[in-house]
């Protein structure tokens, strides 16, 4: 205190002294000086206030008051900076009406003193604002904030670093309050007009866009949220450096958004990265760390590495041990988390002795709503794993009255949509459960009736929500509807009666591919809005331009460019705007409703008839398969008659193997294979494989089927080829002309689901563009004039895995040729086959045939690709992706993609393959011809001929395909493109009416 004297004594002696007239003009002459030592005061009033030394801060104000006083200075703008430091005091010593008093009459002076006091004044408000905040005032709070913004553009102008720092605080307060809407528009606004101020790398902007990164996570906008990660950690690495607090807080968020796109190994290095550096800003154990373990301790749990996941929580809950109050809320969710991973490694006491104890502490937060429900929820489901139903019901009704829920008129509040469905759905899988124990069927109602609920719910927050959030929700929901469809299982079972089979086929229509149909008519339904073609057309744009920011950031991670490179990070700025604008041109649209479904009786016949009427033809039937935890399920529906078959087991990790046996022998046995074994022994293999998947997923319903069938597989069993299983194992397998193929006995294509089927044939034929084909082969470069003369000829011996080296497809040249000798249509080869021709006149034909190279598959998700020319000489071929695909809007009747693995991709539950067929689907073809796996160019260009010759006459598409394979198996039969691997990968999806072009 000693040097604070030094400043303060000789203020005090000037103060005591006499105050004579004399004194008094001394004084007056004296003002400019002591205006200057009084603002030294000020200064060093607010250092204190940094180094949190309050008392003396306290002291420096006073002595600055009172002198003002004694100088009749009461009204000056000094005095109002001096209650404004005061007020700071008063809110870091934490008395809030203190506080607010200073702070209000510095508001009071400012506006007494100047005619146009918003610029300063801005700041007091904004400094109140926080004061009612932290006392609780919510509603006053949001209107002293609002005011100092409106003050400050009004002064300001509409870019400057208060307006930014005011939007900043904003919407972190809106955060706090949960209000993620709200906060997210402000903070990007805050961001964007930070970076116009300040162009070179900033420790301000690395905190905006921390923060708007933080909301979009918690709006689950995750792409957006790490392009505002990703330029964060480059302004935060440019001006903060490596080792500082906020560059780990940016990682470690991060490594969530990361995690929550599915790219786990970029999560584990985000997550990573963040500990280095916190541990050593912070030490082993400073308490930023835990959240960074907890975030990592998630992970690895749902990639069931529960020996990690444990180790993680177990070190979080240390420090935070170590650091917090025994009852703070992050040692309860901490607490819970460890609990959950005892329930998932099956140790349900040791589970429900964490989860009550996390309970406990929750309960010391009763303001907490949605955290006690989804406690009582854990404990609950905790329950229904050791069969005490009484204790399920009791635990979710707890959970349900917390959130006010009632099920007369369902009411409740959309904050807590999401735990109200898991609190529903859990009761109505205790009800389930208690069926089988007492055989009860009133249970089997009442289960229905919560399940009803549950679905009301979440049919009305998927309304509610944005196209990308209500796509998840339909993943996260998926479970209600298998449940719910169990649940009507049960009761034809019990009754035999039809209507619960229509309502079973509704509940498999509702819980697979609703992704992709929600995709497809959403953009179905922007092209029908009124008014609003330029609007559309703009998304349409954006969208574009958006897909290749992303593309370019792929191809820049291919080449091995960490996440946080510099290249990488520039391509993400330019994201941050394109997905604003494009959120801005969604919300300027007219709201409209993408969900057409729901489990009522009326709605589940009328949809089965639709199907029945305007899809099946009399000699087609359609089989659903839909692979659950719990069981497989196998519908099939035909013009008079639906029937259901159920394998109870889990017949996921039965069907896993076989899988992968038969298609990897199917690659290995073919002639000039890479053979792992003999290729004798390749072929027993295939067709042992091939004969249990036949008995699982054929014998059942046998006698059901019709000559045509449409198959509708489900996650992993899109990857089979059907038309390669055999009913009875060949005498000798490796005469293949013999074998009772199922491909031979009948008519096979696919579909993703029922209602996507119904949306690929609606498309009217007079929308069809008026060009007939469109054929490209981008990788055949020889002399086309050479092509008349076609050689049928083939070597055993070629090559058949063309994709990994693109080399040239000389079959592709031959097969284009052909094709446009049998329809109409330009046929553009090697150079002229470009990228840019196809994205330009893709849209203007019925018939696209693309013969190049492709590539797809789990690894590749949605950056699977078709190869084009690159029209530069001497560059790379170009690629054209999934996304780029997605983002086309297409009329054809009928796409080929004569390519290696175009309807291969990543499987997932409920949505079929993520594949570049898939993509075609969502950019509006009604029906295309794909490949499961690389094939052969010369075997393929004479299959293609044949499929096209057959087309030609007039038979619908799948026919065409079996007498294509059926001739090619003719003209083969003593040779070894006998091989299934020639002729079963090759396979039709969607709407399978003759094209239109021949009957032109």
Sequence with gaps: ??????????????????????????????????????????????????????????????????????????????????????????????????????????LALREEISSNPDSIAAITLIRIATVHELMGN????????????????????????????????????????????????????????????????????????????????????????????????????????????????IYNLSGYGAEALGDTSTAIYYYTKALHIQSKVFGTEGLPLARTYNNLGILFMNQSKFDDALDCHQKALRIRQKHLDSNHALIGTTLNNIGAIYERTGMYPEALDFAQKSLFITLQRANDKGSLALRYYNIANIYLKLDQYAEVFSQAKQGLDILEYRSENISYSPDYAEHII??????????????????????????????????????????????????????????IYEDALRNDLAHYYITGNQRYLNKIFLRIEESKSRVLATQIKQDKTLL??????????????????????????????????????????????????????LAALIASLPEMSLLDLNSSDTIAETFLNNFRTNILANDQSFVEYLVSARGLYILVISSDTIAIYVHEDDYIEKLTPLISELNSCILWGQPGGNTHGTQQDAIHRMMDASKSLYDILIAPIESLLTNRVIISTDHLLGAIPFDALVKK???????????????????????????????????????????????????????????????????ISSRFFNSDTLIQLEGSGEEIYALSQIF??????????????????????????????????????????????????????????????????????MITLSACKTGAGQTMHGEALISLARAFTKAGATSLVSTLWPVSDVSTRDFMIEFYKSLAKGHPKDIALWHARQAFRSKHKRDGFAHPFFWAGIVAMGNMRPLTSTNN
């Design 729 to 795: 194992l060949p005498t000798h397998p490796a005469r293949f002309d013999g074998h009772q193929w199922l491909g031979n006995e009948k008519v096979i294509s696919y579909a993703y689901s029922a209602d996507i089927l119904m949306e690929m044939s609606a498309f009217p034929v007079q929308h069809l563009p008026e060009n007939t084909m469109l054929a490209m082969a981008p990788f055949y470069t020889q002399d086309t004039s050479l092509l008349k003369d076609l050689n049928s000829s083939f070597d």
């Design 824 to 893: 109409e249509g330009p046929s553009l080869y090697g150079s002229d086959a470009t990228k840019v021709k196809f994205l330009q006149h893709a849209k203007d034909y019925r018939i696209i045939h693309l013969s190049t190279h492709g590539e797809a598959g789990p690894e590749l998700g949605e950056f699977g690709w078709l190869a084009f020319s690159n029209p530069e000489e001497g560059k790379p071929f170009e690629k054209v992706y999934i996304k780029d695909i997605q983002q086309m809007h297409i009329d054809a009747e």
């Design 138 to 249: 919510p509603d006053k709070a949001i209107v002293y904030y609002d005011s100092a913004l409106y003050r400050q553009i009004r002064t300001l102008g509409p870019v400057h670093p208060d307006i930014a720092r005011s939007h900043y605080f904003i919407g972190a307060y809106y955060y706090w309050l949960r209000n993620y809407s709200k906060a997210v528009g402000h903070l990007e606004s805050a961001i964007d007009m930070q970076s116009k101020i300040v162009s070179n790398k900033d420790s301000v902007t690395a905190e905006f866009a921390l923060w708007a990164g933080r909301v979009n996570l918690q709006l689950n906008n995750y792409d957006r949220a790490l392009d505002y990660l990703y330029k964060a950690q480059k302004e935060a690495l440019g001006s903060l450096g490596e080792e500082h607090a906020t560059t780990g807080e």
């Design 422 to 479: 898991l609190l529903l759905h859990l009761q109505g899988k205790a009800l389930y459960n208690q069926f089988h124990f007492d055989r009860d069927a009133q249970k089997l109602l009442q289960s229905d009736e919560l399940y009803r609920q549950a679905m009301a719910v979440n049919n009305e927050l998927i309304n509610q929500l944005t196209p990308e959030l209500a796509i998840q929700q339909y993943r996260f929901s998926r479970q």
């Design 528 to 581: 029908k809005l009124p008014a609003a073609d330029s609007i559309v057309h703009e998304i349409q744009k954006v969208r574009k331009v958006i897909t290749s920011h992303e593309n370019a950031i792929w191809q820049k991670e291919e080449k091995g460019l960490p996440p946080d490179h510099l290249e990488i990070l520039a391509h993400a700025d330019s994201l941050l705007v394109l997905r604003k604008a």
């Design 1 to 106: 205190m000693r040097h604070l004297l030094f400043i303060i004594l000789p203020c005090i002696a000037f103060i005591n002294t006499g105050s004579t007239q004399t004194d008094r003009l001394q004084i007056s002459k004296n003002v400019g000086r002591d205006s200057q030592f009084v603002v030294h005061l000020l200064k060093e009033a607010q250092e204190r206030i940094r180094n949190k030394k309050y008392l003396e801060a306290t002291v420096l104000s006073d002595s600055a008051y009172h002198f003002l006083d004694r100088m009749s200075l009461q009204n000056s703008s000094l005095m109002a900076d001096v209650q404004f430091h005061q007020g700071l005091i008063y809110i870091k010593q934490k008395e809030w009406d203190k506080a607010l008093s200073s702070l209000e009459n510095c």
